[in-house]
């Protein structure tokens, strides 16, 4: 039986989620069938030479090297699901033309040369004594050999990562493992296999081999792990076969793989090499099993039970006879196939054979032989000279079975390796439907309405793998860096920034549009799609603003657990940065306390008769101009400049902070116990999202990344006027310590079950507003394209969001997040509504909680025209970085015909690709259609991508060009205290920065009364303050509070736990 006809009796595994499709299954089936075992366990000791096991001979046939009994083998990112009769018949026949076709490809690709082996039948006439014909296994193995060679030269001239990975373990220095080894290492080498043997000395423990097989498992670069038997006795072969991944076990012996195999319809990965081999050269002599009698004399699980299995899927009626059968040979003299693996020399004679049957021996003996230069000589089970006279079609011993072996492990590895690299362009989203209501329900009813999919089916469809993704419960999980590693070869899938017109203080549904979008996209069009969004801090959530998942059905799920605590990535925040706060205090408190040499002694104190610095110290050294490693070494000066940090308290920049809105933390005095000895001083608190520390983790790119810039925060001056670091402080290694995880993106889903990643909030008023580089980096990779695919068609969008308007949160993503990460957006979507642009047109003001004037539920085209001057603006500020436009109309039911046009006309005017109405909030991604075609359509569209401005030149300088050119001002005026500050950022190296003016979300301009599109204003720069670790200056032309208040009836009053289920209620 060749590959084909063994593909048609062992199916291919159906991977659940990304590899779910028909069109998908098809490629699986074809990739499966071009493999199908591994280099066996050593049979019975006395079995094939290339087997891995190697012991003293065991003629009893019920021994095995892979025990039944095993604990279930680990499973990976894509198990396999078990179908149905019906269905299994159904992927057998998608998939059968495919075999033959691989099959044909694998074995005759030769067959127009003259020298084709398969010209020979693969079997050569016996001499004129013998009536059998000798299969010659050597032959086929080769013609393997040299097919897998072309084809791995042939997918690497397509996709040169494509590099099929082999482990070997072995433990200890046996001389024949090592030589097994040496076998499967020099044939993976002749075939371009990537093979390498990894070594444990003879007293590793279990633990550790086992350890080393995860570590495997988890590595994307290597698809096939084998373990060279015997291990040492203190070594348990179950624990450490068992520990291969069930998709790595190429050797097909694992408990996942041959108890697949023993059922009937079962899916396993891989068939065990030699009883693979065994049909193959069955497949070679061209006998139809179909209904013939087969007799398998041994029932060991590394040959005899697989055989059988096999032969029955070959329909085969088949009898398995071993050491306790009666009447072996009746059984025999009744076979047309016989198959022998015992380990007994010369066991079966020709006499006990049914004339013409065909003998596949497969035991390896050594008996003495004095002619030979070792002594002894190699036989089958099968008396091979009076079996010749019997047999139709035999196979020798050496040169039969033996060869195919080590054949079909390569060939386990390059099936392998290609179901490994076509899986990873499988991914498809299984969206989750929506039962739409109307009038629509409140957002925290919706969320419960919806039943979300596990994160780990998230995780599944959109490619990330187990080893990638670390669970907080059900419906939520952080996602290891490493992914971005594994996918760098990836070219990145299309960037989509979402921001909006000047909005009310109501809000205009950015957040919604930019998961209605998401769910349109991913949902409906069937493009991979992720909506990025920063994680809401819990002051609004308790406040008056309420939660940020978007809203109606445009919205991330679970919504209570997405905007109370996620992960914990705020209060890691909140902890790094009160850890540096106190830092600064109490240093300040030692160094007033204490002179020179007996700070320096507590600093770098002697331990165990030696004095060392401690890492983070080297920081300061450097800075400091210290070349020196020993402590002992510093003279007086040096102790003196390296000790005291000279902190002037009136230059302090670092306050404390907290996730709450608590407006009577807003300024503080602190030192007032009676132990701090007169040490106190006036400061406050902010929120915790406005920390530097939430700035970073938004703009760092690395863990490296983010350690370098949590070192550089600069929290004070010293009274010489030089900045004062965390790394002076020596916090930066235990800031980024409390940080380590939170700079793992979060993972969440929409109601239509699309993936979202939350991570990140920076506060939008003083920082950047965006979420996280990282965040959209990974999107960019899980949505993109493998080299051999069509970007065009295939490549998905990530649609992250920017806080406020454009003038604030879409400036700043260009002219700091991007020129951060070098990532281009390839289109801008702004957001508006009718309401907010009558606002602007001159109709009355908007208050939370206060009635809606009746000019915003009724028609009034012109008010809304002179509105749009607003956004006409915005459009202009987006084109100005040379990239597409398209404005999402957001849809609400007082909205007419007329005025939609309207806006539609005048968003076209202005310059826009086009201006789409989106009812997602009422719809879903439905309702927003239309919408992602038209962005699908703008990111198609050429890009000029250009900065607003570059880093030469002044700080004042930068700051005007975004006065006047995103504002509209005439002219920027600077107070005596920015110039100050401004010259001292200067003086102290970091007047290169980029620049975030901190102003009102009300407005264009710094005034909130200006609506429109104000011009000829002057913009006053209050003061002027530095994040150096995340990288910018922020300049203040507005008075910001950076720690909230909380409302006469906040939002905390509608919240509570249901006590029989423990669900919240009452968020909004």
Not at 574 to 581: E, G, I, P, V
Not at 636 to 662: C, H, M, Q, S, Y
Not at 730 to 741: F, S, V
Request: proline share 5%; charged share 20%; hydrophobic share 40%.
């Amino acid at each position: 039986m060749t590959l084909s006809r063994l593909a048609q009796r062992v199916p291919t595994p159906v991977l659940t989620g990304s590899c779910s499709t028909n069109k998908a299954r098809q490629r699986l089936i074809s990739s499966r069938l071009r493999i199908e075992s591994v280099d066996g366990h050593k049979l019975v000791s006395t079995y094939m030479p290339e087997f891995r096991r190697c012991s003293s001979a065991q003629p009893d046939d019920r021994h095995s090297a892979a025990p039944r009994s095993a604990p279930r083998q680990a499973q990976s990112p894509s198990p396999v699901k078990v179908a149905h009769a019906h269905a299994h018949a159904q992927r057998l026949r998608l998939g059968l033309g495919l075999a033959r076709n691989h099959t044909t490809a694998l074995l005759h690709s030769a067959s127009a040369q003259p020298n084709s082996f398969l010209a020979h039948r693969a079997f050569s006439s016996s001499s004129a004594a013998m009536v059998a014909q000798k299969i010659d296994g050597t032959a086929v193995a080769k013609r393997v050999r040299e097919q897998l060679k072309a084809e791995i030269a042939e997918k690497k001239g397509i996709n040169p990562r494509f590099e099929p990975c082999l482990k070997i373990i072995q433990v200890g220095d046996r001389s024949d493992s090592s030589t097994y080894v040496r076998m499967k290492l020099k044939a993976a080498e002749e075939c371009g296999i990537s093979c390498e043997l990894i070594k444990f000395d003879e007293s590793a423990t279990e633990a550790e081999i086992v350890a080393r097989v995860h570590a495997l498992n988890n590595d994307p670069t290597v698809h096939g792990i084998l373990v060279q038997l015997p291990l040492p006795s203190h070594v348990s072969e179950y624990a450490v076969t068992s520990a291969v991944l069930s998709e790595k076990d190429v050797d097909g012996f694992g408990t996942y793989n041959i108890g697949e195999l023993a059922k009937r319809g079962g899916n396993p990965y891989f068939v065990p090499c030699t009883p693979k081999g065994v049909m193959v050269l069955l497949e070679e002599t061209g006998v139809d099993l179909k209904g013939k009698n087969a007799v398998v004399v041994g029932r060991s699980d590394i040959v005899g039970s697989p055989v059988s299995y096999l032969l029955k899927n070959a329909d085969a009626t088949v009898t398995v006879c071993h050491s306790r059968t009666k009447d072996l040979d009746q059984h025999l003299k009744n076979a047309d196939v016989v198959v022998v693996a015992i380990g007994k020399a010369g066991f079966i004679k020709g006499e006990q054979l049914k004339e013409g049957a065909v003998v596949i021996d497969v035991g390896t003996n050594y008996i003495p032989d004095a002619t030979k230069k070792s002594g002894q000589r190699l036989v089958g089970d099968v008396e091979f000279e009076s079996a010749s006279q019997v047999a139709s079609h035999i196979t020798p011993v050496p040169g039969g079975v033996g060869p195919m072996t080590v054949a079909m492990l390569l060939h386990n590895v390059v099936a392998s390796a290609t179901q490994w690299f076509d899986a990873e362009k499988q991914r498809k989203i299984v969206p989750l439907s929506l039962a739409l209501k109307e009038p629509v329900p409140s957002d925290i009813a919706i969320s419960r309405a919806q039943a979300p999919k596990h994160v780990t089916q998230i995780a599944k469809e959109i490619g990330i793998s187990n080893s990638e993704l670390e669970p907080y419960g059900a419906y939520k999980a952080k996602v290891d860096l490493t992914l971005l590693k594994r996918l760098d070869h990836r070219r990145n899938g299309r960037y989509v920034v979402v921001t909006g017109i000047t909005p009310t203080p109501l809000g205009e549904g950015k957040s919604t549009t930019t998961m209605g979008l998401a769910q349109a996209l991913g949902a409906h069009v069937g493009r991979l799609t992720f909506a990025n969004v920063r994680q809401p801090s819990q002051g609004p959530t308790f406040g008056i603003k309420g939660g940020a998942a978007g809203g109606g059905y445009s919205q991330v799920i679970p919504m209570d657990e997405f905007n109370m605590h996620l992960t914990g990535d705020i209060h890691a925040i909140t902890a790094a940065n009160n850890l540096l706060a106190a830092a600064i205090d109490t240093r300040m408190f030692h160094e007033s306390t204490q002179k020179d040499s007996a700070l320096y002694r507590r600093l770098v104190p002697v331990k165990n008769g030696k004095r060392q610095f401690s890492p983070v110290m080297f920081r300061r050294l450097k800075k400091l101009g210290i070349d020196k490693t020993n402590p002992d070494d510093l003279t007086e000066e040096e102790i003196g400049k390296f000790a005291r940090l000279d902190i002037d308290p009136e230059t302090i920049t670092w306050r404390r902070v907290l996730d709450v809105n608590d407006r009577h933390l807003r300024g503080i005095t602190i030192g007032t116990a009676a132990t701090e000895k007169g040490h106190s001083r006036q400061t406050g608190f902010d929120i915790s999202v406005a920390s530097e520390c939430m700035a970073i983790l938004a703009l760092s790119t690395d863990l490296a990344d983010m350690r370098e810039r949590l070192g550089r925060m600069v929290v004070a001056s010293s009274r010489s006027g030089d900045p004062v670091t965390a790394d002076d402080l020596g916090a930066g290694g235990a800031l980024t310590a409390l940080m380590k995880d939170a700079i793992k993106p979060n993972l969440m889903q929409s109601l239509e079950g699309t993936p979202v990643f939350v991570h990140a909030g920076p506060f939008a008023n003083i920082s950047i507003g965006n979420s996280s580089i990282l965040a959209d980096k990974m999107a960019l990779k899980l949505a993109g394209t493998e080299l051999d695919e069509d970007h065009s068609t295939k490549a998905g969008f990530v649609i992250t969001e920017a806080g406020f308007d454009f003038t604030m949160g879409g400036e700043r993503f260009f002219n700091i997040k991007c020129r951060t990460s070098g990532l281009v957006p390839d289109v801008v979507v702004v957001v508006a509504t009718i309401r907010a642009l009558k606002v602007h047109g001159g109709g009355p003001p908007i208050s939370p909680g206060a009635p809606l004037s009746p000019v915003y539920k009724e028609e009034n085209v012109e008010i809304l025209r002179a509105g749009c001057v607003n956004l006409a603006k915005h459009i202009a500020n987006a084109k100005s970085y040379g990239v597409p436009v398209v404005v999402a109309i957001n849809k609400f039911s007082t909205d007419t015909s007329a005025e939609v046009e309207v806006v539609r006309e005048e968003a076209i005017k202005a310059g826009a690709e086009d201006a789409v109405l989106a009812n997602h909030w009422a719809e879903g991604g439905k309702g927003a259609v239309d919408l992602a075609h038209a962005v699908i359509a703008a990111s198609e569209k050429p890009k000029d991508f250009k900065l607003l401005y570059g880093l030469e030149g002044t700080v004042q300088e930068r700051i005007e060009k975004i006065a006047r050119e995103m504002y509209g001002a005439s002219s920027v005026e600077f107070t005596e205290l920015a110039q100050k500050k401004v010259e001292t950022y200067t003086r102290q190296g970091f007047g290169n920065l980029p620049i975030c003016i901190a102003k009102t979300q009300y407005s264009i301009s710094h005034d909130p009364e200006l609506k429109g599109a104000p011009t000829g204003f002057t913009v006053p720069v209050r003061d002027v303050r530095m994040a150096a670790g995340a990288g910018y200056l922020y300049a203040l032309a507005a008075d910001i509070q950076t720690i909230p208040g909380l409302p006469t009836a906040p939002g905390y009053l509608n919240v509570d736990v249901d006590l029989e289920t423990g669900e919240i209620d009452g968020l909004f």
